[in-house]
């Protein structure tokens, strides 16, 4: 699909395309990544997206058409009503904290994210899209890093689940 999006952009001088990927193609790096750190994404969605990145910078390229890449850091807010455990973890445990589940955490929780309001990624994200140069890659995320668990201990209290969090590999 992004291939025969980008060879209806050919021969448009006017077009900007715009690619909204995930600060995930870094893999494990220091939280905030900065748009020059290394990527080195280790999971499946991670992998494509990096994938999809270097084939749109490649083709842009080649074919003279401008770009911006925007990742995203952890997007939260009110109303995703797709969440999982894979996708929006933070909100999926608190679903299941509210309903006093027993809920799995990778690691103890004691690894960095970096959390961005959906309204204020959305305020980024015309910001870039209006002011940004072409041919660049920006990272839209809140550059705090915070501790997951803290996150989770935090959340638990001010719901006052009765859920145990379970350290996993």
């Not at 395309?17 to 290394?38: L, Q, R």
């Not at 280790?42 to 390229?61: M, N, W």
């Not at 939260?76 to 608190?94: E, R, Y």
């Amino acid at each position: 699909v992004l291939i025969e999006t980008l060879e209806k952009c050919k021969g448009n001088s006017d077009i900007v395309f715009n690619f909204i990927s995930s600060w995930f193609v870094y893999g494990k790096t220091d939280v905030p990544a900065h748009e020059s750190s290394y990527c080195n994404p280790t999971g499946f969605y991670s992998i494509t997206k990096r994938c999809a990145e270097q084939l749109l910078i490649s083709y842009c390229k080649t074919f003279n058409i401008k770009y911006r890449i925007l990742r995203l850091a952890n997007v939260v807010g009110k109303g995703d009503k797709k969440v999982s455990s894979q996708k929006n973890a933070l909100q999926f445990i608190i679903n299941e904290m509210k309903e006093n589940k027993d809920v799995n955490i990778y690691d103890n929780g004691n690894f960095n994210r970096d959390y961005i309001h959906v309204e204020d990624a959305a305020n980024a994200i015309h910001l870039v899209i209006s002011k940004g140069e072409i041919n660049n890659i920006y990272n839209v995320s809140n550059g705090e890093p915070v501790l997951f668990k803290n996150i989770i201990k935090y959340a638990r209290k001010k719901i006052k689940s009765k859920s145990k969090l379970i350290s996993i590999a």
